[in-house]
């Protein structure tokens, strides 16, 4: 079976120092969230680059001092060490540079009080995301056109089908089973990494 | 056929939503319920119901929508390119990618962190915006090896991973002292890695964070070396895109220096620069037809080496901003803060060379790496002998500055005009009072001569005396002196002219 268990959380596979796929997922959701959170506050693309894989690694180093049962703490966690991180690189900018103070602090104050908010969205939106990568690949480029027009491109089910040369019927199962494996491979993130 | 209310079946909706996505057997299984959605809208509703509520077809509609134009995502009509991201057969999972820890072999060495292809891993040793490097010993020829592996959000982009791959191997071909040699490229892994020989001293930034800016003599010696590194590249039609200091590496006495990250910007660029609207690399460093994103030669490194001449003499970068489109903004269009300002140890004519590295227009730069290299070197022997080594001529006046040289030029111009008017109203009008007044045409000259005159007060005095051909010349200079110094500090004091 292609998809992984979704029982398993992926914190409790992080823990698992055998479990290296857990890895690969981890980064490929949460590198890409604290990408997105460090340039929102005004780190360059090169920079946030550098923020999301310091965040990374001091996970791997410090994950397994992280206690599982606490639950709901998680994301709380990586979102500290995010914020953390883009405002040592901000202020690391600040030391090379010397005007724009006004931004600076800006960001420190919007960093301080929704950090949390932002990546909260942020891994949010990277989980979606990634779920949908996962269920692509595993369908019919047919059916996951299907899903696409309809779902996301809000197209009318006849048409599409006309398009693809299904029947509306087909259609209709097509965008319904990708959505709801999409939302059994998010559905975990939110439950066990609240 | 039109389905009547004892065709629907619940049951039989959530069976197809419960199946596996396997697509061959689920066909199948289902066409009955298949056809039956053809014209029951109401079970149509039901099976959108069972599948997720509004909220994820909301989230579906907003989340993916907005992600759909970024290259780094796979998304497209064609199924992903990704590895499936976990698989339970132990045979897969020795082929999985692996990230840091994931990565890593079991080593036979305790004090190892893991090994990665018959590499045995010691530490990690930084990270950048490609991925993470590691370092590593090479057992069998006992050296140590700087291991860079791509980032997993990078690694996902095929785009960039097959560029990665080309620009890597094409860098790998040039062989030069001041380049860091490629050892090995692998493509086998989900996480692509180059390797290299581990250099120990660090690289040129964390050089200018520690210790602030650079002694003249050394900054034109590693200008130098950077000079002739890029002349080998080039010559092979590599461009480096994104020199700057931090790919600047020393070895371990600090003396040599060399570039790495051959090419890998433009992997980068593949990656970041259509999606998000952001350019890759660190604009600071970047010639402004970079920062356009118009196209770029080799001459486009000359710019950036120049930008780097500039940080070791300031240890800040030529250009600052708070923002990436701020930065790209000034690129080009402010001269940075004069370098003799931020630091009077260096002389004029090292600004002047930066100038003419960092000239916006392409074709006012030195137009190859060689040109740059004998400028440096002859620079750099006159720093060391100054009273034996004349400075090279493209750095010895002024009118080697970019702003410079049309503003004296016009300047010594209208100096001219001037002097032609004044030679022209003098013929006319010194000689005049010896003959007696004629026509009234001359009348008229006398008239346009006397207004030109009073303009020019002091001249007809210059021309009465001997040798006034000095004394004019003198007179010329010194203005032309004064026009210098007047700009100058128009420069120093105002950086940004815009």
């Known amino acids: 079976m292609l998809v992984p268990d979704t029982r398993i959380s992926l914190l409790q596979r992080l823990h698992d120092r055998g479990d290296s796929s857990a890895w690969v997922e981890f980064c490929e959701i949460y590198e890409r969230a604290i990408h997105r959170l460090a340039l929102k506050y005004g780190l360059q693309d090169a920079d946030a680059r550098e923020v999301s894989q310091d965040v990374l690694l001091t996970v791997s180093r410090r994950i397994h001092l992280f206690e599982i049962d606490g639950r709901g703490q998680f994301r709380g966690w990586l979102a500290t060490i995010a914020r953390n991180a883009t405002i040592d690189q901000l202020r690391k900018n600040r030391r090379r540079q010397t005007f724009g103070q006004p931004l600076l602090a800006d960001a420190l104050e919007s960093l301080e009080s929704d950090a949390l908010q932002s990546f909260e969205l942020e891994a949010h939106r990277e989980q979606f995301r990634w779920a949908a990568i996962q269920v692509q690949a595993q369908v019919t480029p047919q059916s996951w056109q299907a899903f696409w027009l309809t779902a996301v491109e809000g197209k009318a089910p006849d048409g599409v089908a006309k398009q693809l040369k299904l029947s509306v019927g087909a259609v209709y199962v097509a965008r319904c089973r990708i959505l709801a494996k999409i939302k059994a491979l998010v559905e975990p993130f939110r439950e066990e990494l609240p | ?498």
């Open chain 2, 1 to 498: 056929m039109i389905a009547r209310k004892s065709d629907c079946d619940l049951e039989q909706l959530s069976a197809v939503l419960l199946s596996p996505l396997d697509e061959t057997t689920y066909s199948e299984r289902h066409s009955a319920v298949t056809q039956h959605l053809d014209h029951c809208s109401y079970c149509r509703q039901q099976l959108e119901q069972l599948a997720a509520d509004q909220r994820w077809w909301d989230d579906a509609r907003q989340t993916l929508c907005d992600l759909q134009s970024d290259p780094t995502t796979a998304f497209s009509t064609t199924p992903a390119n990704h590895a499936p991201p976990s698989s339970h057969s132990p045979d897969d999972a020795s082929r999985e990618p692996h990230w840091v820890r994931g990565l890593l072999q079991r080593s036979d060495d305790p004090r190892a962190l893991g090994d990665i292809d018959g590499m045995s891993v010691e530490s990690v040793v930084g990270q950048g915006g490609m991925g993470v490097v590691l370092k590593a010993r090479d057992s069998s020829l006992q050296r140590f090896l700087a291991i860079k592996l791509l980032s997993p959000m990078l690694a996902g982009s095929g785009a960039a991973r097959q560029r990665f791959f080309r620009e890597a191997r094409a860098a790998a071909a040039v062989v030069h002292p001041n380049i860091v040699p490629i050892y090995a490229v692998s493509a086998e892994r989900s996480l692509p890695y180059l390797v290299m020989p581990y250099v120990a001293g660090g690289n040129l930034q964390h050089v200018l964070d520690a210790d602030g800016p650079v002694a003249l003599e050394r900054s034109l010696s590693i200008g130098l070396q950077v000079a002739e590194g890029l002349a080998a590249a080039h010559r092979q039609g590599i461009v480096h895109r994104d020199i700057k200091p931090a790919n600047l590496m020393l070895d371990e006495g600090g003396f040599r220096i060399l570039i790495t990250d051959f090419g890998l910007a433009r992997a980068l660029d593949d990656a970041t620069l259509t999606g998000s609207g952001l350019l890759a690399g660190t604009p600071q460093y970047m010639s402004p037809e970079q920062a356009r994103g118009a196209a770029i030669d080799h001459r486009s490194d000359i710019y950036s080496l120049g930008a780097v001449l500039y940080a070791m003499a300031t240890a800040r970068p030529p250009v600052r901003g708070d923002s990436t489109l701020e930065l790209l903004r000034r690129i080009g269009e402010e001269s940075p803060k004069s370098i003799v300002e931020i630091n009077e140890t260096y002389p004029l004519w090292y600004e002047r060379l930066v100038q003419l590295l960092m000239a916006p227009q392409v074709d006012q730069r030195p137009q190859s790496a060689e040109q740059v290299t004998e400028l440096l070197r002859g620079a750099l022997a006159h720093a060391r002998s100054p009273h034996q080594v004349p400075l090279p001529v493209q750095l010895r006046s002024a009118t080697g500055g970019r702003f410079e040289l049309p503003t004296i030029a016009s300047a010594i111009g209208f100096l001219l005009a001037i002097l032609a008017l004044i030679v022209g109203a003098w013929l006319m009008v010194s000689p005049q009072p010896h003959r007696s007044p004629k026509a009234a045409a001359q009348k008229q000259h006398k008239q346009d001569a006397l207004s030109i005159e009073s303009e020019v007060i002091a001249l007809p005095d210059i021309l009465m005396t001997e040798d006034w051909e000095s004394v004019l010349l003198e007179q010329l200079l010194l203005s032309n002196e004064q026009e210098l110094g007047r700009l100058r500090q128009e420069l120093g004091n105002e950086p940004s002219t815009e």
